[in-house]
């Protein structure tokens, strides 16, 4: 099912994609995210938190790198959400991405899925069905 393209941002090093899916929003960032690239993933998931989309799923599939700022945003944006009874959801993550998620124990805090189409599979079940990497892949 396509539900087509909301909107993207791109700098030289990140490109975010964001489309809609039913009630949940899938924001794609792609390349590097790290201090000089942040605010190209926090413009959209503030805007989409904003427009009323508290289940957020970031399909982590095509991130080759993340620091510590782009960890702050996706943390920042897993608060707001959870205050407006929804959540940040993460698919999809190469093993160099997940490894920071592991190190600084972030990983604890999120639901974490091994495809968008698990995570948006998971819609009903919510909050921390899934964890890890394991599953029906």
Same mark, same amino acid.
């Given at each position: 099912? %396509?539900?087509?393209?909301v ?5 030289? &090093? @990140?490109?975010? /994609?964001?489309?809609?899916? +039913? ?7 792609a ?8 605010d190209?993933?926090r ?23 993340? %620091? ?9 944006? &897993? @608060?707001?959400? /959870?205050?407006?009874?929804? +959540? ?20 604890a ?29």
């Amino acid at each position: 099912m %396509d539900h087509g393209t909301v909107g993207s941002a791109q700098s030289g &090093r @990140l490109l975010v /994609e964001v489309r809609e899916a +039913g009630s949940s929003a899938v924001v794609t960032p792609a390349g590097e995210l790290d201090h000089h690239t942040a605010d190209l993933l926090r413009e959209p998931l503030d805007h989409l938190l904003g427009k009323g989309f508290a289940r957020l799923v970031v399909d982590c599939s095509r991130l080759e790198f993340c %620091d510590s700022t782009g960890l702050n945003v996706l943390l920042g944006a &897993r @608060l707001r959400a /959870e205050a407006a009874g929804g +959540g940040v959801h993460l698919a999809g993550m190469l093993p160099v991405v997940a490894r920071v998620f592991e190190i600084t124990g972030a990983e604890a805090v999120f639901t974490v899925h091994d495809s968008v189409e698990a995570a948006l599979a998971d819609e009903d079940g919510g909050s921390g069905a899934s964890g890890g990497s394991g599953g029906t892949g």
